[in-house]
């Protein structure tokens, strides 16, 4: 007895387009029963998680929340545009946390290190840096996979907690603000090196949430109308196809690292010189990592992830208002997000796979359909 | 039965150990084995032979417990018996080694041969033991090396002695010398003997027409799922073998001689191209020469996986050569040159794979022809910085699809979407719309519907008759003596001369694929 996935010979075409919403839905209903037995009171939870800090949408005077959720939101597009490149291309690039980092702290070189070099060309230089940061830091595991066929998976991982630890030294040891009590972190960044606000009337969300919405439809039109996305479909569809065609899958290993890292690193350095304004030891609450689940519920479109992103960046502001008004752990959070995941893969299988029960024993078949006879 | 088989098959053999009656196994329309007859007698080497698609393997499966049979009785030591799985062939005293090794390369071989047994063996056991076996039979191996460090030669040991260690009556062999080096084909022989003499039997799968005769006491020859002859090769030549093997129906299809024209220029030649094998199981390229004129259809005979495969990638351009010289296509050196490049000087190429290597499944069929024509007609289907002009690219899929008559049930539909003898239409229509002056195709109809395949053929033709070279690489004998003005046979990495076509007989061309020297192929009384 036990359980078989086989292949269904037709998907819906609706439930494709669905599985996200489902997904989302299918989320809520599992969240209800955690708070249920948490013992909170479901409606309320649910209520202070996704709708109180969407209040600003009807009242003005909480538009500031709407702010707080470009904010979350942006670095979540960004990367996630990055990766749905890598993803499409069958590059597996799981260390975008780690490139994050990395354009945060090679951005913040300028103002911290030479804090009297004043001028408005330090924050383009900052951007050009993080970016040049976060490739950099991209091409390691792309390397390692082009040279040494190495697990892209494991290295752009691993990478992740060198960066963190790299950063911990820096914003403890040769970074340190002298004036901040032993406090880990940088000075706070000269007006030059601040990202600018949309609207500082209404609230805080910065330029990074342009840059993000910039990203998404360029790379939603590369994807979408170029012979460069077509390539990168080739690719990540069938290697040998896109040999036949006369691609090399070896440029395009880079070509996704450097994609991806570029864009994360610009996300980290916006977030520093954004809202933060000074590098320290937490940047990051997982932005990277929750950028893969945002790419895979925007359906790796471009466009689909700037709605994912939204969604995803609600809920860390849900965690946060629920974790004041209703007093759950913001681990809760966490449990959320990889709750999404799970039902984003679980409707993308089910849409794709029928499960049957099989009982007796296994019978080999459909193999002479091979030609070799 | 085929007309004009030779069939001495022995009434009844003494004390057969293995004996298969009508056995038969039904793919689709497809009948692989059909009333298969077998004895292997105790203490014989008894040959399976046959082309590509006779039906050996599916044979050899059923035997093995890992395809069900859809009728017919498989007998052992007299007893009837149903082999469900290979583990119950191995209890019943059955082994088998495979052509393609399932061995862990970072592990010994010692603890590779661990992972098959069922029983908690100690390693240093297994290893002491396989020393004994290695010994024994002359396998020389150290049971401590890593797998990834030995030769295939030395892989190809490993299964031996873990198969010997279940100690098995019937060991099948499926064409166990294909990667084997001339001298490590020699030494395995005589492991083979040597186990004969202990009274094994071996089950022998092989299209080598001369270690048959020189190794084998029985041979049974399987031609389109039908056992067609059971003969003693020693008493056979090579020459009879192969005509047993390719069959010599006489061929209906009459051409037109239109090629005694002359030959017109050299438009794709190819010159001393060597090629080391790629990985473990890819056969190397040893010095092949060939020209192809204007106007001409050379066909490659041969056997899959004697580096047909291997010799496509080279001409293409998927894989480079070390010098420019090697290829020249339309007189220029191309051997550096990447496969857009050729593509630029005017070849075309349709690969034997078509989902996954010349078409993406999930891709429509208008993606699909951009696949390999982004950059000869960049200028029609590409704007300023690589816009896709979807409409001219969909315009000319249309025009490719109402050319080759391709069916399908969508406006455009996915790739996969297409049965296989309408997307090779499309793929063979999305070269041919280019009118290309060298077309290099790797099996044009494999697995192809006739009709498709009647059209596919024409459209080859013509294209040649309209001054085109064209190079044909097919495992159908008959297709290339119908489409062919010469053959060249292809055997383990080596290319023949090829024999024009009122030259070559099946016969002869049979034998070259059996793996005869070339300078000796004559022509044999029959």
């Known amino acids: 007895m036990r359980l078989e996935l086989s292949k269904r010979p037709q998907h819906s075409k609706l439930f494709s387009i669905l599985s996200p919403f489902l997904a989302l839905a299918l989320t809520l209903v599992a969240g209800a029963i955690l708070f249920a037995l948490l013992g909170k009171n479901p409606g309320t939870a649910l209520y202070y998680y996704f709708i109180d800090p969407l209040t600003g949408l009807w009242d003005p005077d909480n538009r500031w929340q709407l702010h707080e959720l470009a904010i ?87 990478l992740v907690y060198v960066a963190q630890l790299f950063n911990d030294w820096l914003v403890r040891g040769p970074w340190r603000n002298p004036q901040g009590m032993s406090f880990p972190g940088t000075v706070r960044f000269h007006e030059y090196a601040i990202l600018p606000q949309i609207w500082p009337d209404s609230g805080r969300a ?168 | 039965m085929a007309g004009g088989v030779v069939d001495d098959r022995r009434s009844i053999p003494h004390e057969g150990l293995l004996e298969v009656r009508g056995l038969t196994k039904v793919f689709g329309s497809l009948r692989a084995c059909d009333h298969i007859d077998l004895t292997i007698a105790k203490g014989e080497i008894h040959a399976l032979l046959g082309e590509n698609g006779a039906g050996k393997s599916t044979l050899v499966k059923m035997l093995f417990g890992s395809l069900e049979p859809a009728s017919g009785e498989i007998r052992w030591k007299g007893q009837p018996v149903r082999i469900g799985s290979p583990g119950e062939a191995r209890r019943l005293g059955i082994g088998m080694v495979f052509q ?40 020389p191996l150290d049971p401590f090396a890593l797998v990834g460090d030995l030769s295939v030669g030395e892989r190809q040991r490993i299964e031996i002695i873990r198969c010997l260690l279940q100690e098995p009556e019937l060991i099948i062999l499926d064409e166990p010398t294909s990667v084997l080096t001339p001298q490590e084909a020699d030494r395995l022989f005589e492991t083979l003997e040597r186990l004969r003499g202990e009274g094994k039997s071996i089950l022998y799968i092989s299209h080598r027409l001369e270690e048959v005769k020189r190794l084998c006491d029985c041979a049974t020859v399987l031609r389109h799922g039908k056992v067609v002859a059971s003969c003693d090769p020693r008493k056979e030549t090579a020459a009879s073998l192969a005509r047993m093997m390719v069959g010599n129906e006489v061929m209906a299809v009459v051409r037109d001689v239109a090629a005694d024209t002359g030959k017109g220029e050299v438009l794709l030649q190819i010159e001393g191209l060597s090629r080391k094998p790629a990985g473990p199981f890819s056969v190397p390229l040893r010095d092949i020469s ?92 590409l704007a300023a910085i690589g816009v896709i002009q979807s409409s001219a690219v969909t315009t000319a899929a249309r025009r490719v699809v109402a050319d080759m008559d391709v069916r399908k049930s969508a406006e455009n539909p996915e790739a996969a979407a297409l049965s296989g003898g309408n997307l090779q239409k499309f793929i063979i229509g999305r070269e041919l719309d280019r009118k290309p002056a060298v077309m290099v195709v790797n099996q044009p109809t494999w697995g192809v519907d006739a009709g498709a395949a009647a059209r596919i053929r024409q459209a080859l033709i013509d294209l040649a008759r309209a001054g085109s070279a064209v190079l044909v690489i097919s495992q159908d004998l008959d297709e290339l003596f119908e489409i062919s003005d010469a053959i060249a046979v292809m055997h383990n990495g080596k290319l023949s001369a090829p024999i024009p076509r009122a030259e070559a007989t099946y016969e002869r061309i049979g034998l070259l694929m059996g793996g005869a020297e070339p300078g000796h192929a004559v022509r044999e009384p029959a």
Request: proline content about 3%; glycine content about 12%; charged content about 15%.
């Open chain 2, 290 to 381: 060939l020209s192809v004129h204007a106007g001409e259809v050379i066909g490659i005979a041969g056997v899959a996986g004697n580096g047909q495969g291997e010799f496509f990638e080279a001409v293409s351009g998927e894989v480079q050569q070390d010098r420019p010289e090697v290829v020249r296509i339309r007189g220029r050196a191309a051997g550096r040159l990447g496969i857009s490049a050729r593509r630029l000087l005017g070849a075309a190429f349709v690969p034997e794979e078509r989902l996954g290597h010349g078409a993406v499944p999930a891709m429509r069929l208008s993606e699909n022809l951009l696949l390999s024509r982004f950059r000869t007609d960049a200028k029609a289907f």
């Open chain 1, 206 to 373: 910065h330029w990074g949430f342009v840059f993000a919405l910039i990203a998404a439809v360029a790379v939603w039109f590369m994807m979408s109308r170029t012979l460069k996305g077509f390539e990168v479909r080739v690719l990540g569809q069938s290697r040998r196809a896109g040999r036949f065609a006369g691609f090399s899958s070896a440029r395009m290993v880079f070509f996704a690292f450097l994609l991806s890292g570029a864009l994360a690193g610009l996300a980290g350095i916006c977030e520093v010189a954004g809202p933060i304004e000074h590098l320290n030891e937490k940047i990051s609450i997982g932005y990277g990592f929750t950028a893969i689940i945002v790419a895979f519920l925007g359906r790796l479109n471009p466009l689909g992830i700037v709605a994912a992103g939204l969604v995803l960046a609600l809920t860390y502001l849900g965690g946060e208002a629920a974790q004041i008004s209703i007093g759950v752990s913001d681990k809760v959070v966490r449990a959320f997000q990889g709750t999404i995941l799970f039902f984003v893969l679980a409707c993308d299988t089910l849409i794709h796979y029928r499960v049957r029960l099989v009982s007796g024993k296994a019978t080999t078949s459909g193999e002479a359909a091979h030609g070799n006879v």
């Open chain 1, 72 to 158: 979350k939101a942006a670095p979540l597009i960004l990367i996630a545009v990055g990766l749905s490149v890598c993803f499409q291309s069958n590059n597996w690039n799981i260390g975008a946390e780690g490139q994050f980092i990395a354009g945060a702290a090679a951005g913040s070189f300028l103002p911290v290190v030479f804090p009297e070099f004043q001028s408005w060309i330090v924050l383009p230089l900052m951007l050009l840096m993080g970016i040049a940061g976060g490739m950099a830091y991209a091409a390691i595991p792309a390397i390692l996979k082009v040279r040494f066929n190495t697990n892209e998976i494991l290295t752009s991982l691993m």
């Open chain 2, 100 to 139: 393609h090794f399932s061995l862990f390369d970072a592990l010994t071989a010692a603890e590779n041969i661990a992972l098959s047994l069922d029983r908690e063996t100690p390693i240093g056991a297994i290893a002491t033991r396989a020393r004994e076996l290695s010994a024994a039979y002359g396998l």
